[in-house]
């Protein structure tokens, strides 16, 4: 089944001289992990926003196409409409806080969805669970270390019991423990519930491990669209648009130019030890 | 007696925040003229508390840093700035000014030299990094990358010894960082002391000679980074591990690959050599 799919996407700011998103569509399935990387500027932000109806709703411009969620046209359903159905952490949590607790904050969309106070606990208590910030329910957001943080804005979107969770960098600001938190939360989630995941990120090296499909933005335009065993199969053109490639795999290419013969590039550190080891012991070229 | 070459030194330096944070610890920690530097661990390690007090945005709550030979306490942001220019994890922070112009002449302007020289200095630092088109560009029409480039030549303008930078990577992608890293490299090329705190190991493992790994207000390690990366236990202690392609050759060892390897190239050039054999 079809979560998203959007269909010509285009749309330019009231301030832009180009279309910052321009001629995009894609669609994807449901209980998918979906993971973008591009450039700065590629139109990454733009493209998670009009996912979730605050483009065009909550901004000036100009769109053309569209984008359908569920079942749901964005330009007909608001925002708070379509939140039930879509949620989304972005890379600052700190900017999403809006209460003193943490309880608090996950409780806010559910107040606002009028729903009974008992389903409201209920979610709360699930939510953090997942997350596992359960123990710091009555702590003040802002006290929490980043890892934290990030996961009290995941914990309040997945309240909402979205079917799609779009999370824009949410590793940006975090340290390497912090980021791995992140992450093994989106894995659980997946594995889970099945919830249909679009990830921004830059950590290749790490994503690779979760990623169905990889999206390469650029210039608002999707340059590449693959599985995830093969976004990098052309590995210099991946490299020209500014995509970081995972080291084990820029080590295979060179390799792999030089003469050796593997049958892929190893896009994990596991995988790569295999492959290596094989290499070494049997000679290569 | 300090010993000539040592630009910065910490002797037993304790932070404490608003009585109860300790979030610097009884550091010992001396760096020397020329050396490129990462300062590495988890947030909270005590990272930028450190390096702040290398230009007396902090003040000791007891200890010495002594700043080419100067003693943090008794001396004026002036004095230090001059020494020491610091660029903060966010470039907006710092940026004040209507022109990148104006913003690379307001330091040397605050420690009162002479107009004739703050001006040669800005069109020496805008023709090296090629800012000519953005000098009369106000900095916050700029994109974060170049913010972040004007902050730190907003430094260099008041031609310190020492450049800290506080993670170059936020908010940029690949290109921008390592472009950013290899603005740092260059300078440090003419002489300056470079010290960078980030998150992302492989720009450690590219650009700096030796790393220090702070853990919980403590230096943990300080040693060469490929010896640094040797050791993953210590590393895992402080939730860091390094970067990919040293955890591969660890975990080839067993071919004699050293553990220390430390980009792609030189793993490239040890697996060839292997393979040849």
């Known amino acids: 089944m079809k979560e998203i799919t959007v269909d010509s996407l285009h749309w330019k700011y009231a301030t832009s001289d180009r279309w910052v998103l321009d001629d995009v569509s894609f669609e994807v399935e449901q209980g998918e992990f979906l993971a973008i990387t591009g450039p700065t500027g590629a139109g990454k932000t733009t493209l998670c926003l009009s996912l979730t109806g605050i483009i065009p709703h909550g901004y000036n411009g100009v769109w053309e196409g569209i984008v359908t969620v569920g079942t749901l046209d964005t330009r007909r359903y608001a925002a708070a409409s379509l939140a039930q159905h879509v949620g989304i952490v972005f890379q600052d949590p700190e900017s999403q806080f809006l209460t003193m607790s943490v309880r608090d904050e996950i409780a806010f969309g559910l107040e606002n969805l009028a729903l009974p106070r008992d389903e409201i606990t209920k979610r709360i208590e699930d939510a953090s669970k997942i997350v596992r910030i359960d123990d710091c329910l009555d702590r003040a957001p802002y006290e929490l270390s980043g890892g934290q943080k990030q996961r009290v804005a995941i914990a309040a979107s997945l309240a909402m019991q979205p079917e799609v969770l779009i999370l824009d960098e949410p590793t940006g600001q975090l340290d390497p423990v912090g980021k791995m938190e992140v992450f093994s939360v989106l894995e659980e989630l997946r594995r889970t519930k099945s919830i249909t995941i679009l990830l921004v990120e830059h950590l290749t090296e790490e994503i690779v491990k979760y990623a169905d499909r990889m999206m390469l933005l650029y210039n608002g335009k999707i340059e590449r669209l693959e599985k995830t065993s093969k976004f990098f199969d052309d590995v210099d053109f991946v490299a020209k648009k500014g995509v970081p490639i995972p080291q084990v795999t820029q080590l295979g290419h060179m390799l792999q130019s030089q003469g050796a013969n593997l049958s892929h590039l190893p896009l994990t550190l596991d995988e790569s030890v295999v492959m290596y080891s094989r290499l070494l012991d049997h000679g290569g070229k | ?277």
């Open chain 2, 1 to 277: 007696m300090m010993i000539e070459d040592t630009v910065v030194e910490t002797r037993q330096l304790e932070h404490v925040y608003s009585g109860r944070v300790r979030a610097v610890r009884g550091v010992d920690l001396k760096i020397r003229r020329g050396e490129f530097l990462a300062i590495i661990g988890q947030n909270g390690s005590g990272k930028t508390t450190l390096t702040k007090h290398f230009n007396g945005l902090l003040k000791p709550t007891s200890g010495d840093v002594i700043v080419n030979g100067l003693n943090t306490k008794n001396a004026s942001i002036a004095q230090l700035a001059k020494r020491v220019g610091y660029v903060f994890q966010n470039p907006d922070h710092q940026l004040c000014m209507r022109t990148v112009q104006d913003e690379l002449s307001f330091g040397p302007r605050n420690l009162g030299i002479d107009p004739a020289k703050i001006k040669a200095r800005v069109d020496n630092i805008i023709q090296m990094f090629d800012l000519e088109r953005y000098r009369q560009t106000h900095p916050f029409l700029l994109g974060r990358a170049d913010r972040l480039r004007v902050a730190v030549c907003s430094t260099l303008t008041m031609e310190p010894d020492i450049v800290v930078v506080d993670e170059p990577t936020t908010g940029q992608d690949m290109r921008q960082s390592y472009e950013l890293m290899e603005m740092l490299k260059n300078l440090n090329g003419q002489g300056r002391t470079m010290v960078f705190i980030t998150h992302n190991m492989r720009l450690v493992a590219e650009y700096a000679r030796r790393t220090v790994v702070m853990r919980q207000g403590s230096i943990v390690m300080d040693d060469r980074t490929s010896e640094v990366f040797s050791h993953p236990d210590i590393l895992a202690d402080t939730f860091l591990s390094p970067p990919q392609i040293t955890q591969l050759a660890q975990k080839l060892g067993k071919y004699g690959i050293p553990s220390g390897v430390l980009s792609v190239k030189e793993m490239d050039g040890i697996m060839n050599e292997l393979i040849d054999k």
